[in-house]
């Protein structure tokens, strides 16, 4: 008896060959999210884009700062849970020490993908040995939270909100848990809890965005910070991060995301278990119905 399963045939339409685009000016590479149409939901086919920039911008050794930004209105609405491009059951070349998930049995074939493209990627993306700085706008909703999070400064426009309103699907946050470094533990709780968006201003109360500028100064301002980290000398550059990761790490960030990302699958499973459905049943459709109408919007 095998235990592996025929993969899931599921017809997926890309609407672009470029969901991430990348440029380099006057030594710093732009990384462009650039699924506009779909407010920068991630599939696997911008993950792995985002993965081949980020390393072709620490290949490269002109580049000396890093910029991750979204096209379009806004930042990233999260993961893709319901555009014609999402790839679930599209198997790509994995990057990490991990299996392939497509043809994995039940609970075993997300956590397998999990553990490479949103967790492992989000790890690799944290560590690239130059400074990065997310240029936020509009939404930054749950796995659009990792992408910024994963990079070492944040710059936001006054119009931009936070939101990880996964709970509403009975999942305890998006894969790469950060929220308890990024917000005081309370904080975090009614984030979490509660799933409401927070303003940019908020956030930066607690320090989870360092800048918060009027739209038109965003690219600017951004620019700005990113000629001076390139004026930095590399190594400092590289050894400054880390040094500031590690303190993370000693605080128990690494083990803190491993056990809650099992959390994270068991909500999962329940959910696969009790209604069919790895997310409750909630498509894009639905939470976004739901996102507006907790911010009272019609
Ligand atoms: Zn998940």
């Not at 590399?234 to 303190?247: C, E, F, M, S």
């Not at 499973?269 to 009272?296: F, P, R, T």
């Amino acid at each position: 008896m095998s235990d592996l399963v025929e993969p899931k045939a599921v017809e997926i339409t890309y609407e672009t060959d470029e969901p991430v685009r990348y440029e380099v000016i006057d030594h710093v590479a732009w990384i462009t999210m650039n699924r506009p149409q779909f407010n920068n939901a991630q599939n696997g086919q911008m993950t792995y884009a985002l993965d081949d920039a980020f390393m072709r911008a620490t290949q490269d050794d002109d580049v000396r700062a890093i910029v991750l930004a979204g096209e379009g209105k806004h930042f990233s609405a999260g993961h893709d849970i319901g555009t014609p491009g999402r790839d679930l059951h599209h198997q790509f070349d994995n990057r990490l020490m991990v299996a392939k998930h497509v043809n994995k049995p039940a609970a075993e074939l997300l956590y397998t993908r999990e553990q490479e493209q949103y967790l492992g990627m989000c790890r690799r993306w944290r560590d690239v040995p130059k400074p990065t700085i997310a240029m936020v706008q509009g939404a930054c909703i749950a796995g659009g939270l990792m992408l910024a999070w994963v990079c070492d400064l944040i710059v936001a426009s006054e119009d931009a909100f936070f939101q990880d309103p996964v709970n509403r699907m009975g999942i305890p946050g998006v894969e790469y848990f950060a929220h308890g470094f990024e917000l005081p533990p309370r904080v975090a709780k009614e984030f979490l809890m509660l799933g409401e968006r927070m303003t940019a201003a908020r956030a930066e109360q607690f320090g989870m965005v360092n800048k918060v500028v009027p739209r038109e100064n965003l690219r600017e301002t951004v620019s700005g910070w990113a000629a001076r980290l390139v004026a930095q000398p590399r190594l400092g550059n590289w050894l400054t991060k880390q040094a500031l990761n590690h303190v993370e790490e000693l605080r128990g960030k690494r083990t803190a995301m491993d056990a809650v990302f099992h959390m994270h699958h068991f909500a999962h499973a329940q959910n696969d278990l009790v209604q069919g459905n790895s997310i409750g049943g909630l498509g894009a459709k639905e939470m976004a119905a739901a996102n507006k109408k907790q911010a009272g919007e019609t």
